[in-house]
């Protein structure tokens, strides 16, 4: 890991490792060995990104590959409550995608109510119209709705809402 080196040697106070490569770009899986290698080459902090979409992932990048912090991307869209399960599954209060460490998950109230306050944000940032399209790819990509029989009708509705107010309408 030489070119980590050299940045760490030029005043890096820390190195992010994406573990996918250019060419790569969202397929195939992240290379954690590469975050591995560049926190031993290094004494900066070094933060692991790539496929962390689970809490058990977030628990594998600090206990296998030793990274001191992590960033969590893609799996952020429609799911922003993740954080909040890495942390409670960090400290061990929180359940994991597959069980472990039960605990109380978030009901699907609270994650609407998270997922409208995301778009009420958008919105107060931005204007109503491209504050709801900057929301859509999210509540499409939400796990919430997931497994709802029929839902899709329900989903292209929402994605061609242009108020807050029907979009809202349509979430409830």
Known sequence: MPFAKILEDSGADALCVH??????????IADRAAIAAVKAAVSVP?????????????RECFDRYGVDAI????????RPWIFREIKEYLRGKGQGARGEEQGP????????NVLKQQVLTSVERLDERRGIL????????????????????????????ETVKELFEIMD
């Open 46 to 58: 070094v933060i692991g990104n790539g496929d962390i979409a689970t809490p058990e992932r977030a």
């Open 134 to 161: 900057h929301s859509r790819r999210h509540l499409a990509a939400s796990p919430l709705f997931k497994g709802i029989p029929n839902f899709r009708e329900t989903r292209i509705r929402m994605l061609r809402a």
């Open 71 to 78: 960033m969590v991307g893609r799996a952020t869209f429609g």
């Open 105 to 112: 998950p978030c009901s699907a109230e609270w994650c609407l």
């Open 19 to 28: 573990a996918r490569t250019r060419v790569q770009q969202y397929e195939g």
